[in-house]
């Protein structure tokens, strides 16, 4: 055949080929300084969870703004582009590939849900993406794997169930009975494996008088609310978040639940605005962090407040944790760029020492600092107190607030959560800090 | 088996008010998707968005209620009329505009138009009350709670869950059987829905009925969102969460079956309520295992009756 490859053409395609790459990694290496900053942010922007992901995309619209209004992050004007996780994993897999392949993201802030981080981090070990975990809580991430291109720049599931079971055991050391409802997800499911193990082995011989997982986005909880009314437990714990909460706590409370067993709600603080004063005093509150808007000892309160009160202005509502979280993943972003282009001596960082410069990185958040360990977890602090009314909201924020250092709540590293909380003692509560005044 | 049921009396009693409560909800939005297959022969995936904006709807009139003022029994009164409002504003539209194209069409067709109606409403919605919870629940609050004796103890229960929507459910079932067999229009309804060509060769306007059966359908929808709107928060997916539910529940009644609609809703709402009290890892399957053993035993649902093909 006349047009077939002879040994001498495929030798001469080889090397060209090898060239071509050699020359594309060379590239790479010696990335140029792109005009404009592109970060892929996948968010829920419909079903249930957009009660956190629109909030959340409304704070980095808000905060883009007044950096590129400021001069941008590294002096690059900023630009997102948002995915929506609400289709599934699969569909989310496709759009991470197109935002870097096709929109050239420098970055990607990956996700709320934990189905959506476990379906990511493998892609930016993949792609070589550095990949900002802004919102999920899923301990696996970084318990089984490792993953140099992502990091979580928030605390995550282990240490908000652990904080408000340390807090409860403080308030209210002698109960004896508990019951759960949580969503039926993976959420609802792992929040209480965690918490069991943690509850068995710091106050063992609670009984569990009732376990439910009503299906994810139930309308009515009339008959679990039942069933807990004539169990009586002492205790009541939901993970739950969002319009299942909010329904949850009205139907309870409607039915004086409230006055029979005392709540731990981890994730209470998303789902306060809406409650109002429909949400009774004296239960346990968390918020999946430090970030509530009456923190009592804030590390930057000017900046706090501005943040807080730019967003009221904007959007009339208050930020919600979500809110905070990117926030957070923004603050992480500047932070972890400034050290990379400092560390290139002012050139404009490749994907890899993008990654490096995150590692051990430690940024400021309005409250706090947040530390990201060599496995790239986030070291937040957590508050937890008793939800309470004053005149400053119109609806329930802590008081007697526990401020639980992140590394005391955090599971050390190379250690998998339910093992090491399983490991807990008893005396470990001698360690839980006094609660704050104000 | 016996001491089980000695032992567990009182659980049941309570299990048997709560079955009653939810029934009375899934009841009043399987109705209208009921009769609407049975006399369009479109299975309607957007009946769960007209119930969503119904409550949304509910939720909205209440609270501009109460702001202007009004007492608050008004509330009542805006749920009655916000469900009409839906009804008779996105009844006509949505049928005129949508589902007449698509009379005798492929199922498949129909499904797909019909979802991607339901997806552009969801939008609507989310576009005119976000995406926060939205609730109002002074419907309820204001009828206040009844004490169950459990024993030496109290079960409180809301009045309105307890009474209220079994009682609206009842009236329901009560005016729509009246309706059809007893009132010249309810018969002209029946008849397109037995035998619609038969019914035009006799000179009824069947584009006519068709027309009133969905603005009819498309009402108790939003009645059942208005009537569900002060017991939930109203969140984007609630028509999803929804309209799954009552496909099972028309599934197993038979098409276009009311009573069959009761039944089954009745049978769902006491099975669910069971299993959170002895099962609760069953209750989100409780209603599709209800539904596979009707169908395993009558394919045709539990009051449809057997049709040839017509073609």
């Known amino acids: 055949m006349n047009d077939a490859i002879t040994r001498r053409d495929a030798l001469l395609g080889a090397a060209a080929t090898a060239g071509s790459l050699l020359l594309a990694g060379g590239n790479a290496r010696a990335q140029a300084r792109p005009t404009e900053l592109r970060i892929g942010i996948t968010t829920f922007l419909s079903g249930a969870a957009s009660v956190f992901g629109v909030p959340a995309r409304q704070a980095a619209e808000l905060l883009f703004e007044e950096i590129n209004k400021a001069g941008g992050i590294a002096g690059l004007p900023v630009r997102a582009y948002f995915v929506d996780e609400a289709p599934g994993t699969d569909h989310l897999v496709g759009e991470y590939r197109r935002l870097v392949q096709n929109e050239g993201v420098y970055v990607v802030f990956a996700s709320i849900s934990s189905g959506s981080c476990l379906a990511c981090t493998p892609l930016s070990d993949e792609m070589r993406k550095t990949t900002l975990l802004w919102d999920c809580g899923t301990q696996r991430i970084f318990e089984e794997g490792k993953h140099p291109y992502a990091f979580r720049t928030q605390g995550y599931g282990t240490p908000e169930v652990l904080a408000p079971l340390l807090y409860l055991l403080k308030h209210k050391p002698d109960f004896r009975t508990l019951a759960v409802i949580n969503q039926d997800y993976a959420w609802g499911r792992d929040s209480w494996e965690l918490w069991k ?86 239960h346990v509150i968390g918020a999946r962090g430090d970030h509530w808007n009456n923190h009592p000892q804030p590390k930057d309160p000017a900046r706090l407040a501005k943040f807080v009160d730019a967003y009221r202005a904007k959007y ?123 | 088996m016996a001491d089980w049921l000695a032992d567990n009396t009182l659980l049941l009693g309570l299990a048997l008010l709560d079955g009653l409560a939810y029934a009375a909800l899934v009841f009043m939005v399987a109705v209208g998707l009921n009769l609407v297959f049975g006399v369009l022969r479109i299975v309607n995936v957007a009946h769960g968005s007209l119930f969503a904006i119904g409550a949304y709807s509910a939720a909205s009139l209440g609270l501009a209620f109460a702001s202007a003022g009004l007492p608050p029994w008004a509330g009542y009164a805006a749920l009655v009329l916000a469900a009409a409002l839906v009804g008779a504003v996105l009844g006509p539209l949505v049928e005129r505009l949508v589902l007449r194209r698509i009379y005798g069409q492929e199922e498949v067709l129909q499904l797909l138009v019909t979802f991607a109606l339901f997806m552009i409403l969801e939008d609507v919605q989310k576009l005119i009350w976000g995406v926060q919870p939205v609730s109002q629940d002074l419907p309820m609050k204001l009828l206040g709670t009844v004490d169950v004796p459990f024993g030496d103890d109290v079960i409180p229960f809301t009045i309105y869950q307890l009474f209220v929507l079994p009682g609206v459910a009842l009236a329901t079932l009560i005016g729509l059987a009246w309706f059809l067999r007893r009132t010249l229009t309810g018969r002209v309804i029946v008849a397109v829905t037995t035998d619609k060509e038969a019914a035009m060769a006799m000179g009824i306007d069947a584009a006519r ?50 009573e069959g609609a009761a039944l089954t809703s009745l049978l769902i709402g006491l099975g669910r309520s069971v299993a959170v009290y002895f099962a609760p890892e069953f209750e989100v399957v409780v209603p599709y295992i209800i539904m596979v053993a009707v169908l395993l035993v009558r394919p045709q649902g539990l009051f449809g009756v057997l049709e040839t093909r017509r073609v």
């Open chain 1, 316 to 438: 009339n509502e208050y930020p919600i944790y979500p809110c905070h979280h990117m926030a957070q993943a923004i603050s992480a972003l500047q932070a972890g760029l400034g050290r990379a282009i400092q560390a290139k001596g002012g050139g404009w960082p490749n994907d890899l020492e993008l990654a490096n410069a995150f590692r051990g990185l430690t940024f400021d958040t309005p409250t706090s600092s947040i530390t990201l360990r060599e496995d790239g977890q986030g070291l937040e602090d957590q508050i937890v107190g008793l939800s309470s009314f004053n005149d400053r909201f119109p609806f329930a924020v802590p008081r007697d607030m526990i401020m639980f250092p992140a590394a005391m709540v955090s599971t050390p590293v190379g250690q998998k959560s339910v093992d090491w909380l399983k490991t807990l003692k008893p005396e470990m509560l001698a360690q839980v800090p006094a609660p704050i005044a104000g």
């Open chain 1, 197 to 282: 193990a943690a509850m068995d082995a710091l106050k063992p011989g609670v009984r569990v008088v009732a376990e439910m997982f009503p299906r994810f986005g139930a309308p009515d909880y009339s008959t679990e609310v039942t069933r807990l009314l004539a169990a009586r437990p002492d205790v009541i714990l939901s993970t739950s978040w969002g319009g299942d909460l909010v329904t949850l706590v009205r139907q309870a409370s409607e039915r004086r639940l409230f006055e029979r067993s005392t709540f731990v709600l981890p994730v209470a603080e998303a789902s306060m605005q809406v409650l109002g004063r429909t949400m009774p005093a004296g």
């Open chain 2, 209 to 258: 009925v068709t027309l009133l059966t969905f603005t009819f359908g498309a009402a108790l929808a939003a009645l059942g969102g208005a009537l569900a709107s002060p017991t939930t928060s109203l969140v984007p997916g609630i028509g999803a969460q929804t309209i799954v539910l009552s496909f099972a529940v028309v599934a197993t009644a038979g098409l276009g079956q009311i």
